[in-house]
């Protein structure tokens, strides 16, 4: 059951350009959303998050928006910088539920 | 280091044998939870524990795994009489609380079964 889904498993975006990544959820219940990046041979590191009473979160060069009513995230990056070429996490959990469903990730992939 | 950390990062049994993951939670953390990733696919939550209690085992298989948080001492992922299927990236993380907080990572036990 994928509660939690990333349609599109790679991306490819030029450097200093706008790179969005979606999510899509079915789970009605879900109310924390998190975006997490992971390199190759390590674990994933935590980005950014957004709770359902928002719609916008912003930190730096990266953005995560919130549409409940299409049960849908996306994570903007700008610029893109080759730095950010790995694989992106969103990931989902219910108020004081420690079950946090993760998506199949998108591997980002910045082009100098 | 004050990062969640795991070791070993590479563990390779036979079928059969028994692997043991530990790990140690972020100073300050008292929440541990450990995922799974299979080639090609998302991490899949396994079990949340808090010291000496395990919360929620919800997506643990019934069979051969278990999990601990000790008092003192790291946390345990026991996976006994390993199968091939059992081969895949582990990966725990820990939190302050259940509340809006986020889970920080290690950086995995890769297991391989021969």
């Known amino acids: 059951d994928q509660q939690v889904k990333q349609n599109s498993p790679s991306l490819s975006v030029q450097e200093g350009r706008i790179s969005i990544l979606n999510c899509d959820y079915t789970?009605?219940?879900?109310?924390?959303f998190l975006w997490y990046k992971k390199y190759p041979a390590e674990g994933p590191t935590f980005l950014i998050s957004?709770?359902?009473?928002?719609d916008k979160n912003e930190d730096g060069r990266f953005t995560v928006f919130l549409n409940k009513s299409a049960k849908h995230l996306s994570l903007h990056i700008v610029p893109s910088q080759p730095g950010d070429s790995a694989v992106y996490f969103c990931?989902?959990?219910?108020?004081?539920?420690?079950?946090?469903?993760f998506g199949a990730g998108t591997r980002l992939t910045v082009k100098p | 280091n004050a990062g969640v950390m795991q070791n070993p990062r590479h563990l390779v049994r036979r079928r059969g044998q028994e692997a043991r993951l530990r790990c140690s939670p972020m100073?300050?953390?008292?929440?541990v939870y450990w995922y799974r990733q299979l080639p090609e696919e998302g991490l899949k939550f396994m079990v949340y524990?808090?010291?000496?209690?395990?919360?929620?085992e919800s997506g643990m298989p019934k069979e051969r795994f278990s999990a601990e948080f000790p008092k003192e001492g790291p946390s345990i992922l026991r996976i006994q009489q390993v199968v091939r299927g059992d081969s895949a990236a582990y990966f725990c993380?820990?939190?302050?609380?259940?509340?809006?907080?986020?889970?920080?990572f290690g950086d995995g036990t890769r297991l391989s079964i021969l």
């Open positions: 789970n009605s219940m879900f109310d924390y």
């Open positions: 957004i709770s359902s009473i928002k």
């Open positions: 990931a989902a959990r219910e108020y004081n539920n420690n079950d946090m469903r």
């Open positions: 100073k300050g953390h008292s929440h």
């Open positions: 993380a820990s939190s302050t609380d259940r509340g809006n907080q986020p889970q920080h």
């Open positions: 524990l808090q010291k000496e209690n395990i919360i929620d």
